[in-house]
């Protein structure tokens, strides 16, 4: 019977510990907290829970526009925590009571790399115990970053994490970092009441989204009361009583040296670490990056007999990229299929509102290909649907082959644009072209039937570096 240790629970290692064990494997899942990883316990499911309490209180404050009046609105954000953590305790219950059915045993404490194929493993509740495998999976994950900046450490900022357990609504909310997660709170906790704060250091938002559309999605944000200092960086933090002050340099901070902000609560969202600091992987034969991450080949083996799956390997670090990771090991491992990571697409969506979807490539992208493509774009105040429900900030933009007609890549910012987005990446992976969907006939009046639109549109013509050069 082959043996199998598989280190983290999140959504490649839960899965493929009770694959494993279903196909007759002996298999020891180590988890040093909680099972269902930063999904599920602090990630996409108490964030978008989050968001939904946040947009019902959107809702009930501009419902006059649409002529209905809902009076005073009162956001209880110790209920909310509690229906969040509600949710999370049963999703990450459930993903327990499937693994333990499977027949996997199921460890709690924290693993280090002792030998090739073999861990120690320093349990919860004390102790320490020996484990070793044929095979090893390390689904370990990643954490926030938290910068070394002087004073930071000593004002009580939080993380992703630690303010999913606020009971308080913030007077006045800093957030360091200006990406995709920065951007969800940000929305969440003005939406709730709270003056919010943006600070970054690029001079634009969003610099892998296509410079318009970073804009549209600011304004929107902006029209909703979250403020934006770009350019900055912070030199330095300190607390007086409840207020915490951030020292300001750089483009946006001022011209004469700096400048100070003042808030009741910061949060900070500068990024991800893998957590490869404790694990000695080196002791496998495996090799870390110079940011901390796993090195994989093309079907995510690391050494002989040892894969790293989900975030702890780099690259995009999203939920459905970790649980195709399972999918990609599995399939080689169980049934001889081998899949490359490099042949995958890695969609995303951003859930704020607009609602940002994206997959392949945009604009900006195109720009650098060798042979020429059209752009579609349309904007969302040309949308029926979206006048209608009075939802009109952002934009479709679809990129698309000149010579075959097939999608290269779509963006769309918008009501339900990750679901928009998703509909035209199936297009994409059938293979439909760009005349098919123009011509399709989609119900009425819906958001997708905008897809229509977006190809009767004028494209712009980029020509591609090689032409552009001749």
């Not at 009971?167 to 957030?175: A, N, Q």
């Not at 009046?445 to 190809?455: K, M």
């Amino acid at each position: 019977m082959p043996e199998a240790l598989v280190i983290g629970a999140g959504q490649s290692g839960g899965p493929l510990a009770g694959a494993l064990a279903r196909a007759g494997w002996s298999v020891t899942l180590v988890e040093r907290e909680h099972v269902g990883g930063t999904c599920v316990n602090e990630g996409c499911t108490p964030t978008k829970t989050m968001i939904a309490s946040a947009h019902a209180a959107h809702v009930a404050r501009h419902s006059a526009a649409l002529g209905v009046h809902a009076g005073t609105v009162r956001v209880d954000l110790g209920q909310i925590v509690d229906r969040v953590q509600g949710i999370v305790g049963s999703f990450r219950e459930g993903s327990e009571a499937g693994i333990v059915q499977a027949g996997v045993q199921l460890v709690y404490g924290s693993a280090r790399f002792t030998g090739v194929r073999e861990v120690e493993v320093a349990l919860n509740g004390g102790g320490t115990r020996q484990l070793r495998a044929d095979s090893v999976f390390i689904n370990a994950g990643a954490r926030p970053r938290m910068p070394e900046v002087p004073g930071l450490a000593d004002v009580g900022a939080m993380t992703s994490r630690e303010i999913l357990h606020l009971r308080d609504l913030p007077t006045h909310l800093l957030i360091l970092g200006g990406g995709y997660i920065s951007l969800e709170f940000a929305q969440l906790f003005a939406r709730l009441g709270s003056r919010v704060t943006v600070i970054d250091t690029g001079p634009r938002l969003l610099p892998h989204e296509d410079e318009d559309v970073a804009a549209s999605l600011r304004q929107a944000l902006e029209a909703e009361g979250v403020g934006f200092v770009l350019g900055a960086q912070l030199a330095r933090a300190e607390r007086s009583g409840e207020e915490v002050t951030l020292h300001l340099t750089g483009q946006d901070a001022s011209q004469d040296g700096g400048r100070t902000l003042c808030g009741s609560h910061l949060l900070v969202a500068v990024g991800r670490i893998p957590n490869t600091e404790t694990l000695n992987v080196q002791a496998t034969g495996a090799a870390l990056d110079k940011h901390g991450f796993i090195v994989v080949d093309d079907h995510l083996q690391a050494a002989e007999g040892v894969y790293a799956l989900g975030d702890i390997k780099g690259g995009p670090a999203f939920t459905h990229i970790s649980y195709d990771d399972y999918r990609i090991v599995r399939d080689a491992v169980l049934h001889g299929q081998q899949r490359r990571v490099s042949e995958r697409p890695a969609p995303y969506t951003l859930f704020t509102d607009p609602q940002l979807g994206r997959v392949g490539l945009d604009r900006q992208q195109a720009q650098k290909l060798d042979r020429p493509t059209r752009i579609y774009t349309l904007p969302m105040t040309s949308v029926a649907r979206a006048i209608e429900t009075g939802a009109t900030a952002g934009l479709m933009r679809a990129v698309v082959d000149d010579q075959t007609d097939q999608l290269l890549g779509v963006t769309v910012l918008g009501p339900e644009g990750g679901e928009i987005m998703s509909a035209l990446q199936l297009a994409m992976m059938g293979s439909l072209t760009a005349t098919t969907l123009r011509n399709a006939v989609l119900a009425h009046p819906t958001l997708s039937e905008s897809i229509n639109n977006l190809f009767m549109g004028v494209p712009e013509v980029v020509q591609g570096k090689r032409e552009a050069a001749g």
